[in-house]
């Protein structure tokens, strides 16, 4: 699988992502504003806050789905909106894990593993499918492998969602959000395939609302509203007490 090539090798303590003043707006609103921020390699970013605040956005800009009208994004020191930067080899080393799945309804749970390989990777078929089924056996989907989405909860379309990105055997994986369609008993067993991510040293950064599950994966917690990032701090600090009036509110409401 094509790899990165930063254009200026990066120094083994560099950041794995970079936000340099990074700004987006979408015509008159300003979704993002001089956002700063830096996540190394194996750690696990959360970012919190309103509905609105900007996360997916931000996280959408790590692989290039959303265009900064200013600033630099930076993936082992590539510069992701540089004209030159292999965009699809880029996206291949960075898994994104949507809200509402993204599966193709017309294909089976592990045809949906297998596309992705070949078709994007151009990996021969049978090394797909042989990943593919090892991947299904490792979240205990195996038995649902012939189903089509329609036909399994919201738990196992997400995991299957999950799979599929680390299919690609990513260095960064990207979650927005990724419990908020589950009804309340599905929530626990995609958290726990997560917790199993962080737990390998998966550099991850993770828009939720599941603030227990933040607490506990978390290395630095991102507060955001209205497009900033106003706090900034290890989750002891966070649930410990940030000063913050608006985060105080915010965790009241999930505490």
Known sequence: M???SPSSPAAASDPVIRFDRVNKRYGAFQALTDINGEVAKG?????????????????RTVNRLERISSGRVTVNGVDINARDTPLQAMRL????????YNLFPHLTAFDNIVIGLTKSAGMPEAEARSRAARLLERVNLTARAGNYPSRLS????QRIAIIRALAFEPEIMLFDEPTSALDAEM????LSLIRELADTGMTMMCA???????RE????????????IVVDVPPSEFFGG????????FLGNFL
Do not use: Y
């Not at 939720?208 to 933040?214: D, I, K, L, R, S």
């Not at 940030?242 to 509110?249: F, S």
């Open 2 to 4: 094509t790899a990165l």
């Open 43 to 59: 750690q696990v970013i959360v970012l919190c806050g309103p509905s609105g605040s900007g996360k997916s956005t931000l996280l």
């Open 93 to 100: 080393r960075i898994g994104f894990v949507f809200q509402q």
């Open 154 to 157: 919201g738990g196992e379309q």
């Open 187 to 190: 929530v626990g067993e995609v």
């Open 208 to 214: 939720t609302h599941e603030m227990n599950f933040a």
């Open 217 to 228: 994966v978390a290395d630095r917690i991102w507060f955001m509203e209205r497009g900033k």
């Open 242 to 249: 940030t000063g913050n009036e608006r985060v105080e509110r």
